[in-house]
């Protein structure tokens, strides 16, 4: 009675995995200290656990005259309980059992350790029960019409447009009101990055090879910055600029990747160069310590002498990112690669000099990062630039953009998404007002490193349909370390297609298709279609066997376009040497692959579009730009359909992308499904789950949770860390709608429930969370959470 007041006590059950589960709520005096409480508490569970030999799930304590009275002054069990499951109780303590509550988990799986797998298997697992093996190939890359005429080298390519179109306008930049702040027409472009080379080469002694890292915000000046470089056949690497509010954080970054990336000179703009000297940034790096730093706005005394000769297989770029478990790594990109990249890119997408293209995408790696500064040059349309923190200072400037300028391809992230849905879920009648009109859009591509997230981007189509939005076109694409692009939805493409999976089968490495609704059923839909060139096939990742189709395994990739291999993985580099050479042990075993890193699988499905006739969201061969083109893709196409109907397995029998087809006949393409990073996958229990399953869970709990939720393990413990908005009184309402929420999808038990702010867990340019770095914070304890729940 110290603690507690008498008769002040909810005591009720609810029904958690199968079975009654016993709460109990207390009311605790004003004067009783959190130690205190904690000491109760363990008192009472021996207590009921030795006297009534039952455990007791959760325990908690609320303020005095919190819990609901009814109308003769006792305890309104009901409401209680209902307060209790809808995370309105507000209770001062918690303590969560599951750990020792719960004892019918499903029984563990038993892992078999596999002799290896052979061509029997192989023979026996796919040929005899009539499955294929699963391969997928994106159609080949026809001669485009100017090929002869066109340099491949990017350099070349541009010193052909200052010829041929001078006054083009290749890049627009726009501010933050949606005004042009900026433009460049191909001549300017070339005689800024002549400029740019002979700076480097007189002020900085850059040699052909060298590395020059380039620190600039988005804009035009890292587009000269990098053509200079390439001018003078150094090698760019570009980097974030440090945020000025968050140098304490940012700026470490930015120098790792510069020694890393063993950059011998840094090129920006004054601002940045004084920020990197400033102050602030002095009390964690020495402003004397950094590389040479060369100002972009300082004038040579000399022209450029000549533009340097580099080979097809020599180094273009240097792409460094974080991927999704904090691993910083560079890969190398050679002008071949580059070249072919931008041609599959130019044929999927239909790029041409007249078309206007919006981007609002991080341009420092990644597909990002080509579309940015390479496929505007190499295909010579109109690129209108967005920085995405404009679109954060005005969320409708992106979609405002693409009614004002009729724009039919645009390219953003789904931070970009994101933060249109919150933001102007409320102002469709002000944007119909404005005239938004977003008829004219034909296809919007997320660009993405990772499983497309279904429920936000029905939720932006969903919204934005009122403004003509055609949700057909909008999709995913998905590249890795390993290849920038491996699908990117097509120009004349069908819809994405989409299935629904067994949550229990893939947790056992098995895809089972299941109709939707079903129970533990998860909506997959495909990342785009395969671009040109590109093989991809499915591979079991620990023994490197052939899987079929519609089983879950590593996805491979050959194409022209693959990177040629890591400059560097910061930290390890022992795991990771084959990622560019695998080769298969049963099948073909001497063909080369790049491992993408990322679990998936193939499924042969027929187009939506392809009993359909053509309609205006299709634009006809007759309306495209370029004819020949068109007309040879559709040809191609016809052959490789009457390939399929003979052949069967045929390696052109495979078309991803192409063009339209008559009611008569069915088009097959290969879909490819991304589940989640191998890196990512949290194994407990003998099953593997991916955070991003958890997580959806989570967020489904409470409506007071942001989508900043993540989990990781930590000592076999799985960790959640979510985000609040709210009043600190809520925070210990979601440690058992958590707890629940988790065991009852999941059949796992939380270990610690993180209640944080907002904006705690971090994420990447591309908007995916940064997991590992949320461990790595947790385990120093740097979160300054604003409730920490060890379940017992």
């Known amino acids: 009675m110290r603690f507690i007041y008498r008769g002040r006590i909810a005591v009720f059950s609810i029904k958690v995995l199968r079975d009654e589960r016993v709460c109990v709520i207390a009311e605790q005096r004003p004067d009783c200290s959190e130690e205190e409480s904690f000491h109760w508490m363990s008192r009472v569970l021996q207590a009921v656990d030795s006297i009534h030999q039952v455990g007791i799930y959760c325990l908690a304590l609320v303020p005095p005259n919190h819990l609901p009275k009814t109308p003769l002054g006792g305890i309104h069990l009901c409401e209680a309980r209902r307060r209790f499951l809808e995370g309105s109780l507000h209770p001062a303590n918690v303590l969560m059992c599951p750990h020792t509550c719960v004892t019918n988990l499903p029984k563990p799986r038993e892992l078999h350790q596999d002799t290896g797998v052979g061509p029997a298997s192989v023979m026996v697992g796919n040929l005899v029960q009539g499955n294929r093996l699963a391969v997928a190939h994106g159609r080949e890359v026809g001669l485009a019409e100017d090929t002869e005429r066109k340099p491949q080298l990017i350099t070349g390519v541009l010193r052909w447009r200052a010829n041929t179109s001078p006054d083009h306008i290749i890049f627009t930049l726009l501010n933050s009101k949606g005004a042009i702040a900026k433009t460049i027409t191909c001549s300017e472009l070339h005689k800024r990055a002549e400029k740019i080379a002979a700076l480097l080469q007189e002020r900085g002694k850059i040699e052909p090879g060298d590395h020059v890292a380039l620190i600039f915000p988005p804009g035009l000046d890292l587009l000269c910055a990098f053509y200079g470089c390439l001018y003078l056949g150094a090698i760019p690497i570009t980097i974030r600029p440090p945020h000025p509010q968050n140098l304490i954080t940012t700026l470490p970054t930015v120098r790792m990747i510069v020694d890393v990336s063993k950059s011998g000179i840094v090129l920006s703009i004054q601002p940045i160069i004084k920020l990197l000297k400033s102050r602030e940034a002095a009390t964690s790096i020495d402003p004397k310590t950094w590389p040479q730093i060369l100002d972009i706005d300082d004038n040579p005394k000399r022209k450029l002498a000549g533009i340097a000769t580099v080979s097809l297989d020599s180094s273009a770029y240097l792409d ?47 597909l990002g990062f080509v579309m940015w500064t390479l496929i505007g040059v190499y295909s010579g349309h109109h690129s209108i630039l967005i920085a995405p923190y404009e679109v954060e200072a005005n969320p409708s400037l992106w979609l405002s953009t693409l009614s004002q300028h009729r724009v039919r391809d645009t390219f953003c992230s789904y931070g970009v998404i994101e933060l249109c849905t919150k933001a102007l879920s409320n102002s469709i009648p002000l944007l119909k007002q404005r005239n938004v009109d977003l008829r004219c859009v034909r296809t919007c591509v997320v660009v993405a490193e990772e499983r497309p997230r279904v429920q936000l981007t029905q939720q932006f189509c969903k919204l934005f349909q009122a403004l003509g939005l055609n949700t057909r076109c909008v999709s995913t694409s998905f590249g890795c370390r390993v290849n920038p692009a491996i699908c990117v939805q097509g ?40 671009l040109p060139g590109v093989k991809v096939i499915i591979a079991n990742p620990d023994t490197k066997g052939h899987c079929g189709d519609s089983h879950l395994g590593e996805i491979w990739v050959q194409a022209p376009h693959n990177a040629n291999g890591y400059f560097t993985i910061y930290g390890d580099e022992t795991d990771y040497n084959d990622h560019f050479n695998a080769k298969l042990v049963t099948g073909a075993t001497s063909e080369m692959y790049a491992r993408t890193g990322y679990l998936g699988f193939l499924r042969r499905t027929e187009c939506s579009q392809a009993a359909s006739i053509l309609d205006e969201t299709t634009p006809s061969v007759a309306s495209r730009d370029s004819d020949t083109e068109s007309l040879n893709s559709m040809s191609q196409l016809q052959l490789n359909f009457s390939n399929a109907s003979l052949g069967g397995n045929s390696e052109h029998s495979l078309v991803s992308g192409g063009g339209a087809v008559t009611s008569n006949e069915q088009e097959l393409h290969d879909a490819v499904y991304v589940v989640g990073a191998v890196d990512e996958v949290i194994s407990l229990r003998g099953m593997n789950y991916h955070p991003i399953d958890i997580e959806n869970s989570v967020l489904r709990c409470h409506k007071k949770l942001l989508n900043g939720i993540a989990v990781f393990t930590w000592t076999n413990l799985l960790v959640v860390v979510v985000e609040l908005d709210g ?30 702010d907002p904006g705690v867990v971090p994420i990447n340019s591309r908007g995916e969370k940064q997991r590992m770095h949320l461990r790595d914070g947790f385990l120093a304890d740097q979160l300054d959470p604003i409730y920490v729940a060890y379940n017992m």
Do not use: M, W
Request: aromatic letters at 4%.
């Open 320 to 366: 460094f990112s974080v991927s999704t478990c904090g691993r910083l790594s560079g890969v190398n990109i050679t002008h071949r690669s580059l070249s072919s990249l931008c041609a599959s890119l130019k044929l999927a997408c239909e790029l041409y000099p007249s078309r206007h293209v919006a981007l609002c995408l991080d341009p420092y790696c990644g």
């Open 491 to 530: 120009a004349s493409s069908a819809e994405s297609a989409q299935v629904y999976v067994d949550l229990r089968a893939l947790r056992n490495n098995r895809v089972a298709l299941v109709e939707r609704g079903a129970p533990n059923s998860l909506c997959l839909i495909e990342s785009g279609k395969l």
């Open 727 to 756: 009043n600190e009184s809520e925070a210990l309402d979601l440690v058992p709608l958590v707890t629940n929420n988790v065991l009852e999808e999941h059949q796992l038990i939380v270990g610690v429930v993180v209640v944080v």
